[in-house]
């Protein structure tokens, strides 16, 4: 059987992660790519199937929707071994960026909560937040603790053909995919161990206990062991395994919001065997609006009515608190820079894409006239739905998508079509490249903390530049290694 | 611990003790189906009587034939009391509890899930049955093994234990009164010889057979089999070692007062009771009374602990 010759890898006209534009393996990825050749393709695939046994094995699964099948199924978490390197050097600005970002977005949402600052400075059009259908009336006036909203937030990364790398989204709501980056160092380390014996890729695995830490600094009670539960919508959501996992993790109770209930006290106690008991810190992975419906949807059964109510007395901890998601809408994305500039008095460190606001005449006839050449994303969609890669689409796609463009410019952005870089990913035996993007994890209270590295998605279809796993993506381990 | 929490891992314990006794019920009336003589077959109404599936059953079937009987008992979705029905309902428990159960348990219930409905034809066919319900049945034991060997024993393993123990009392009983009423036409036909087989029917459907002969050092007969099964306090299907265990785990949650009260009742009617010297009528009316007390402990446990219902 043949071994890699990645001489005769074809890394197209982006960057690629592993290879330079010579054939060449980057400097921190020598010694992978000289392991990989060493292998035949044989032995690659018996690797991937390992792989992919373990994880179904250890039952990583994710939740998709589906019309046919009447509801949600499980389907076991694809992935693929090649782990994607990225230098330690590099790394430190990454973080030094991310941390400057979600510090800056942290002030902007207190401040659209309290005094506006940012709209009477006439940095941001007040129509904007007038407008965002994530910004909740409810939250005005409320001071949380240490001034964090979005105590957890998880920015997608990509990286462009000339290697910059840029921010393409902050999730300030209910962000997920770090269980996955957990499990996917576990798989790693299973099936292909050989790799850490040239590498030594920077620990991953301290994230609950920083969780835990971060979720625990917010506790209204001042005691040693403050009752802390993981929110979830329940077993049916696409999330569901990672919410089970964090909480177990992290040794606290996994509660749905039928296990909850506010009392006259405005006190958040859970039932249990025992009698109710108190409970401090709520990380809640069911969006704003289902939270209460006392506050918001009046019939949703997920969430606990009474919570805001509790939350706004200051007895119980939200996170992310309620309403971070203004700061969530691509409309609002588009002035992180001079967010940025507004509260810190800094230069981004991390670049934002060229974005257009459609909202904006011209920039709405410039995006009608290139809809060939740009991506459009709804300003407060995720999960990679109702948005046009025009690249990739047909006219006819186009035509339909400029109507809907032109009823609602407000709730559209666009950029242009980056050439995600890169990675070697096994395909039918061989190496091929595929696009992937990361999802690095900030953690803001009494401190900041930043995953070492995140969750590297990949678009397992061949020239696909959708990496959400909804939509046929898959993912790879994250190395951040020190350069000798 | 959380009161949804406890009620699902209860329920995890009762589903799998169906599957399993189902199973062991219909392994026993297959293999006395083959000890009896020709002409003669079971009744297999009783075991649709036992499940209280009549109506559902006779709404889709025109008679008590052996294929659909096992059917409707192993694989129909229709039947919430079927096998496979049972280890879905036990799976989606655990589902919602992962967190709680060590995790090959609860790949074990998804796999165990998994091959019930896999290999239902195997279980459908008369040679493959056996082995089918060998395997439920097996399995089942490998999980209780696993959990005993690798949960934590607290309040999560004690409501396993109760959803099991209620569950398996209470198909005890049922098993008993579908095999001492009705199950072979005894009166004027003959077939007086066969009784005994009968009595070693319905201890092998409870795997009683063996440890019977152990402990009773006597030969098959009516009252000793029902002393065995309603008084034992070795073996570990019979009624009373049931609410012994159900007793055990009571005590160790809070404010059991009520449920034990209501437990005590129910112990000291059954074992004050001379089950041996029943005949038919007084009997079947008797196990009624346990069912209904088994029931009221249930809903002494679902309130003291439980979710309120919506």
Redesign the interface.
């Known amino acids: 059987m043949k071994n890699i010759d990645w001489k005769t890898y074809e890394a197209g006209k982006v960057w690629d992660e592993l290879i330079d534009t010579e054939n060449r393996p980057r400097p921190h990825g020598e010694q992978l790519a000289r392991l990989l050749a060493g292998m035949d393709a044989d032995e690659l695939a018996s690797r991937q199937t390992a792989a992919d046994l373990a994880i179904k094995e250890m039952g990583i699964t994710f939740t998709v929707y589906s019309d046919e099948t009447r509801g949600a199924i499980d389907r076991t978490w694809p992935f693929d071994i090649v782990p994607r390197i990225i230098a330690k050097n590099e790394w430190d600005t990454i973080e030094k960026g991310l941390k400057q970002r979600v510090t800056a977005l942290n002030r902007f949402i207190d401040d659209l909560y309290h005094d506006q600052e940012i709209i009477r400075a006439g940095i941001i059009p007040r129509e904007i937040i007038a407008s965002s259908s994530n910004f909740r009336p409810q939250c005005v006036g409320i001071s949380p603790r240490f001034g964090v909203w979005a105590h957890i937030c998880g920015s997608d990364l990509v990286r462009d053909r000339d290697g910059t790398v840029y921010v393409l989204e902050d999730n300030l709501r209910v962000p997920s995919g770090v269980s996955y980056m957990l499990e996917n160092r576990l798989v790693t380390k299973r099936v292909f161990p050989e790799l850490f014996e040239d590498y030594a890729p920077l620990p991953v695995d301290d994230y609950p206990s920083q969780l835990y830490d971060a979720l625990a600094a917010l506790s209204p009670r001042d005691i040693e062991y403050p009752e802390m539960v993981v929110l979830t919508p329940g077993v049916y959501n696409s999330a569901y395994f990672e919410h089970s996992y964090l909480a177990q993790q992290m040794g606290c109770e996994l509660v749905e919001g039928r296990d909850l209930y506010v009392d006259g006290d405005d006190c958040v106690y859970m039932r249990t065997v025992g009698g109710p008991a108190r409970v401090d810190v709520i990380y809640r992975r069911v969006d704003d609006l289902f939270l209460d419906p006392e506050a918001f949807h009046p019939d949703s059964l997920l969430g606990v009515p009474g919570l805001l109510r509790a939350w706004k007395a200051g007895k119980v901890a939200l996170a992310n608190a309620p309403g971070a998601g203004v700061a969530d809408d691509k409309v609002v994305y588009s002035y992180v820079p001079d967010i940025i500039e507004f509260y810190l008095g800094e230069k981004p460190v991390l670049p934002n894409v060229p974005t257009w606001r459609c909202m904006e005449p011209e920039a709405l006839a410039d995006t009608l006239a290139n809809l060939e050449n740009r991506v459009v994303k709804p300003a407060n969609e995720s999960g990679g739905y109702g948005m046009l890669v025009g690249s990739a689409s047909t006219e006819k796609e186009r035509e339909e998508f400029a109507k809907r463009l032109k009823q609602d410019p407000r709730n559209y952005i666009a950029q242009p079509v980056l050439g995600l870089s890169t990675v070697p990913t096994i395909v039918e035996k061989r190496m091929e490249p595929r696009h992937v993007d990361l999802r690095p994890f900030i953690l803001s209270a009494d401190q900041q903390q930043v995953t070492m590295g995140g969750l590297t998605r990949v678009a397992l279809r061949q020239g696909s530049l959708v990496v959400n796993s909804s939509q046929g993506g898959g993912s790879k381990d994250t190395w951040i290694v020190p350069l000798r | 611990?959380?009161?949804?929490?406890?009620e699902n891992i209860y329920w995890v314990g009762r589903y799998l003790e169906r599957a399993e006794n189902t199973a062991r019920l219909l392994a026993a009336n297959a293999a006395l189906h083959l000890d009896l003589p020709r002409g003669i077959t079971p009744a297999w109404e009783p075991l649709i009587a036992m499940a209280g599936a009549q109506d559902l059953f006779e709404a889709q079937h025109s008679d008590y034939s052996e294929p659909e009987v096992i059917r409707f008992m192993l694989g129909s979705e229709q039947n919430p009391s079927s096998i496979l029905s049972s280890l879905r309902a036990a799976r989606?428990n655990a589902?919602?509890i992962?967190?709680y159960m060590p995790?090959e348990a609860?790949?074990l219930i998804?796999k165990h899930h998994l091959d019930a409905g896999e290999r239902l034809d195997e279980g459908l066919s008369k040679r493959g049955r056996h082995e089918y319900l060998k395997r439920i049945i097996l399995t089942t034991q490998t999980l209780n093994g696993m959990l005993a060997g690798t949960m934590n024993h607290d309040?999560g393993y004690h409501?396993l234990l109760l959803g099991r123990n209620i569950e398996r009392a209470d198909m005890t009983t049922r098993i008993i009164d579908v095999r001492t009423d009705g199950l072979l036409p005894l009166e004027n036909s003959g077939l007086q010889a066969f009784e005994t087989l009968q009595w070693v029917s319905l201890l092998r459907s409870l795997s009683a057979y063996q440890m019977y002969r152990r402990s009773m050092q006597a030969r098959v007969r009516r009252g000793d089999v029902l002393l065995f099964l309603f008084q034992s306090a070795d073996f570990p299907r019979s009624i009373r070692h049931n609410l012994c265990n159900i007793e055990r785990s009571l005590k160790t949650?809070?404010?059991h007062e009520s449920a034990i009260r209501i437990l005590y009742q129910a112990k000291s009617r059954i074992l004050s009771t001379p089950v041996e010297k029943m005949p038919c009528a007084p009997l079947h009316h008797f196990i009624d009374q346990v069912q209904i007390a088994l029931d009221r402990v249930h809903d002494e446990i679902s309130s003291a602990?439980f979710?309120?219902p919506?």
């Not at chain 2, 611990?1 to 406890?6: H, K, N, T, Y």
């Open positions: 611990m959380l009161s949804r929490v406890a989606e589902r919602t992962r967190d995790r609860w790949e998804n309040q409501f949650l809070p404010n602990w979710l309120p919506h």
